[in-house]
């Protein structure tokens, strides 16, 4: 054991600190004796040893990457290398996250030098292929035709994560793979081709990549490329690739970026225009452009539009930028606030210098026919001095008024109008950010065809949109400006948006809400319950309104049934501050609601503690019914609890209003800690067909078939077989029912585990489930049998080819597994 911990520590220097104190506890002996009693534990629910780690993607997900680059060293054991959703495990919550190898882990050339030695089945054999479209591993002799060779796999899996360290082991078309680099934005794969291998082609290069392959994605009916890859392809061919294209290549269409305003950062409004000011400097091919804007000449493509819009000509001389200017300003943004960055362009005040100067520059770049308008449009608004909201109020009108009422009314304003309200540019981007919705809230959104009608002409809209506006900004002060001038002529039931306290963003705003008297009904115990919004409300007014908690407390009717839908934070509220709610516990008890929350280990443990000693709890409360979660529950309240068990007061049964199974847990858990009674009282169906057709089998005995595969328990397998082996197998129903429900399960668990003593164990002791040669097929049943394995290895052979990336005749080889053991 001290050996491999040697060979594991001293492996990389960084590991000399980390040696140094695993062997100051090491020799106390007490910790010593501590730690190896915690590792002897028989219950081990999502906790593997050393040799049971076997899975890539387990590695990936739990960011063990160190871990896995030993094993590959080492040549261990592994599977599951790829990304791949398998509909085998599709229901296994370890399935549900799936890690690409080759973009996890990167810089690292050794790492896959040892990968590919030592997994050669997986990385560069010719004899797999993968099915188009799916990424799955398929059998040659079962599908006949070969997409593409694993190789061929790995090299588009490398590109794809600009993955140069797997990219650089692997043979290929050199030419052709950079233009696929570079279509595809792997700009690093790209730069390793140029200067490694194509320097010296360099003048067949430039033309050919940059007329088919830098603005255009050539492979999907000439689609622009994102911006983001235009910046960073037009940086690497220039800037580190000296690839400046030829003087004759001046028709390159001027409106390349398909970019949004609204959705750019900083950042990608920094790099944008470095790319422009790149090809200013660099090219011609903006030389026709450049020639008519300065004779004022309205490009051809202006002509669809009108007024301002068509004689926008942009000045080069002071619009436009060059990339030393770019890169100062940029520093000089990056010190006064880094964060701003990151920060999209709609977030930021008017302002903001520099980002207007940028966004002006970048404009006449921009897509006409898919950006350019609505860029022009939101630019205008935002900086040109009329550019505040012109905002109406609509007055609904009353359902029950009189006619000479309606006649009195008709003589007053419809709307109220907002012209002394300041509401500034978060209201503003907020109406641009949200057009579609605020087109179906308003009255009248205007034309959004001419930039002078829409700045001209007010937008008339409903209150309640309003305020659902301002609730979502979190903008007090508009809110209390508004409300003063809405509250007396507009009832609160047309004013206020439906579940007001769902729309709260802040206890400010909660406060001020909560002075004015119409709302009173709105701030009712219940309500504060279910609307928390992660605010801990419930402990602001316990805090700063005692008299309106007092209110609350006195207002809970304990009779009532427990149907109160409060947010988790409102919930621990109320269990630590449990004896406020003793007199109405049943009210509020959470254990009596299974399905409400999904309440992680710890939170039950947290939950525990604070319900009152006299009450009851179960540890399947909040499981939402995963086997995983109960067990471990299980497992913690024998552990610190057992007490608890035999008092009845964890009640495993208490607050089981739907009649689930709880006792089928318990012999799982008894399982997993090696008692293996309940397995031995395993019958075989008398009549295995019910219930429609379908095979019933017990959940125990359903999760346990599975557990043995997993866990390579030939001990459980052994008592299994030696059960199955007293059915009555003249009937074809039961080679139904002992392939699919029984072996099935076992063995693919098996498989995608590595648990491959549980094969040795069958073809030592049943040789025939493997290998119908040695059935007598004289006998019709014997046939059906033989139906039924072919069927079996049907199963089985796809798993294999997906975990093990080999066909299940090779699995079953002798000497199959003591290869894949084998240490160099």
């Not at 290549?249 to 970026?257: A, G, L, Q």
């Not at 942009?314 to 520093?331: E, H, S, V």
């Not at 049943?781 to 069927?791: H, L």
């Amino acid at each position: 054991m001290t050996k491999k911990y040697n060979i594991y520590l001293k492996h990389d220097k960084e590991y000399s600190l980390g040696e140094t104190l695993f062997w100051k506890v090491w020799k106390n002996k007490y910790l010593q004796r501590t730690i190896l009693n915690l590792l002897k534990t028989h219950f081990k629910v999502g906790v593997y040893s050393f040799d049971e780690i076997v899975s890539v993607q387990w590695l990936l997900r739990n960011n063990y990457i160190e871990l896995l680059k030993y094993k590959v060293k080492r040549r261990d054991l592994l599977v599951d290398f790829f990304d791949i959703k398998n509909e085998l495990v599709e229901n296994d919550q370890s399935s549900r996250k799936l890690l690409n190898l080759f973009k996890e882990v990167k810089n690292d050339s050794q790492f896959y030098r040892n990968l590919f030695n030592n997994y050669p089945c997986y990385f560069n054999k010719f004899y797999y292929g993968y099915q188009f479209g799916t990424g799955h591993l398929v059998d040659p002799i079962r599908y006949k035709t070969i997409p593409y060779s694993i190789k061929e796999f790995t090299l588009r899996q490398s590109m794809m994560y600009d993955n140069v360290d797997s990219f650089s082991l692997l043979e290929y078309e050199n030419v052709e793979k950079f233009y696929e680099a570079i279509e595809q934005g792997s700009v690093n794969i790209a730069k390793y081709l140029f200067n490694t291998k194509l320097r010296s082609q360099k003048n067949d290069i430039v033309g050919k990549v940059w007329k088919h392959h830098t603005f255009i994605n050539s492979t999907s009916c000439q689609e622009p490329k994102h911006y983001n890859f235009i910046n960073n392809i037009t940086k690497l061919l220039i800037v580190d690739l000296k690839l400046i294209p030829p003087k004759e290549m001046n028709k390159i269409s001027v409106d390349f970026f398909t970019v949004d305003f609204k959705s750019l950062t900083v950042s990608e409004l920094y790099e944008c225009c470095f790319t422009v000011a790149l090809l200013l400097e660099q090219t011609q091919f903006f030389k026709e452009y450049l020639l008519k804007i300065s004779k004022g000449i309205i490009i051809d493509k202006y002509m669809n539009y009108d007024g301002i819009l068509q004689n926008y000509i942009p000045n080069p001389l002071t619009d436009f930028f060059t990339t030393t200017q770019i890169y100062q300003m940029k520093l000089g943004h990056n010190f006064l606030d880094q964060c701003e960055m990151s920060s999209r362009i709609i977030s930021l005040s008017k302002d903001d210098e520099n980002v207007y100067k940028l966004l002006k520059m970048l404009l006449p770049f921009t897509s006409y026919s898919r950006s350019f308008k609505d860029n022009f449009f939101y630019f205008k608004f935002k900086y040109s001095n009329s550019g505040s909201l012109n905002l109406k109020v609509q007055v609904p009108s009353q359902k029950t008024q009189q006619p000479e009422e309606i006649k009195e009314n008709n003589k007053k304003k419809n709307y109220i109008e907002f012209n002394d309200v300041k509401f500034g540019s978060s209201i503003e981007n907020f109406i641009f950010e949200n057009q579609e919705f605020i087109n179906s809230q308003s009255c009248n959104f205007p034309n959004y065809e001419s930039f002078e009608t829409f700045t001209n002409n007010p937008i008339v809209i409903k209150p309640k949109f309003l305020l659902n506006v301002l609730f979502t900004q979190n903008r007090l002060d508009l809110i209390t400006q508004v409300l003063d001038k809405l509250l007396k002529d507009i009832p609160k039931q047309k004013l206020f948006p439906f579940g007001l306290l769902y729309h709260i963003k802040s206890i400010e705003v909660f406060d001020y809400l909560l002075k004015i008297k119409s709302l009173e009904g709105e701030f009712s115990f219940e309500n504060c319950l279910e609307n928390d919004n992660g605010l801990n409300l419930m402990a602001h007014i316990k805090r700063n309104h005692n008299e309106l908690y007092l209110n609350f407390l006195a207002s809970i009717d304990g009779k009532k049934e427990n149907t109160i839908n409060y947010s988790f934070q409102s919930l621990m509220f109320i269990y630590e501050n449990i004896k406020d709610f003793e007199d109405c516990y049943e009210r509020i008890n959470i254990w009596t609601r299974w399905n409400y929350f999904s309440l992680t280990l710890e939170q039950f443990i947290q939950l525990v503690e604070y319900t009152p000693i006299t009450k009851k709890y179960s540890y399947h409360c909040g499981t939402l019914g995963n086997d995983d979660l109960i067990l471990k529950r299980l497992n913690w309240v024998k552990n610190n609890r057992p007490y608890e068990l035999y008092s009845g007061r964890c009640d495993r049964e208490y607050g089981n209003q739907l009649g689930f199974d709880t006792e089928t847990p318990i012999h799982i858990y008894e399982y997993y800690i090696g008692n293996i009674d309940k397995l031995k009282t395993f019958s075989v169906p008398e009549n295995i067909y019910i219930n429609g057709g379908h095979i019933v089998i017990g959940k125990f005995f359903s999760k346990v078939f599975s557990l043995i595969g997993s866990h390579g328990d030939v001990i459980g397998l052994e008592i299994l077989m030696k059960i199955l082996e007293q059915g009555v197998i003249s009937e074809n129903r039961y080679y139904d029912f002992f392939y699919y429900r029984v072996l099935v399960p076992i063995l693919i668990k098996a498989l995608i585990n590595c648990k491959f003593k549980v094969f040795d164990f069958l073809k030592m002791n049943y040789p025939w489930i493997f290998d119908h040669s040695l059935i007598n097929i004289q006998e019709l049943e014997d046939i059906n049998r033989i139906r039924y394995i072919e069927r079996l290895y049907s199963e089985l052979n796809l798993a294999a080819i997906k975990y093990c990336n080999i066909t299940f005749i090779e699995l079953l080889r002798s000497n199959y597994f003591k290869e894949l053991l084998t240490k160099k």
